[in-house]
């Protein structure tokens, strides 16, 4: 979906997964990640995945199931959800010692990177948004985009899964939000998006 307001709109009004879910692999898919997992949090640093709501890829090379347990056991970087507030970048590489994850400005060499987005409610930390790869995209505006689709993603899986009423504290995009995705999905680096809207209206 070339159109990330198009995107975000047609996430908000599915009314079934799968039409999430085919959105957000195809935005996934178009900046090289092929890993997903979008899942319900809690705040307890020993079981922060509460619910997977989605899950797809070989997230661990072994074709084998994840589960909630067995993600947070090989996953070590989600424990990062209850100290970073914003979406942060993530490598896992192989050496002699076995896998080691680490948190990135920039994901670099072999080895599976990928996209943690942390989703903040009233409550606090309610659940996140995972994407993954080998040849990802990790510019400043595939992270962008990519937030902004992961919360819509979340929200809507919510709500369709749990049957929560999501708050509404605005009527949706402004018009200065939906300006900063087009000018995104139109391609602009985020230096002329910066200039753009430090220039006097």
Known sequence: MANSIDAILAI????????ITDIVRSLGQAHGYDLYILFAASSSYE??????????GDWFDDGSEVT???????????????????????????????ERYRIVWH???????????????????????????KNIDSSSDARILLSQIGMAAF????????????PVLSPGLSPREREILQWIAAGKRQAEIAAALLAPQ
């Not at 056991?73 to 490598?91: A, G, K, M």
């Not at 990928?114 to 606090?124: H, K, R, S, Y």
């Not at 929200?155 to 999501?166: C, H, S, T, V």
């Open 12 to 19: 908000e009004k599915a009314n079934r997964l799968n039409v």
């Open 47 to 56: 079981r922060i995945v509460k619910q997977i709501y989605w899950i797809e």
């Open 68 to 98: 909630a347990t067995r993600y947070m056991q090989v996953c070590p970087v989600t424990r990062h959800l209850l100290n970073l507030s914003e979406p942060f970048f993530w490598t896992k590489q192989y050496n002699d010692g076995g």
């Open 107 to 133: 994901p670099r060499g072999n080895g599976i990177h990928g996209l943690q987005i942390p989703i903040f409610g009233p409550t606090g930390l309610e659940g996140a948004v995972s994407l993954g790869g």
């Open 155 to 166: 929200r809507a899986a919510r709500k369709l899964i749990d049957g929560q009423p999501i």
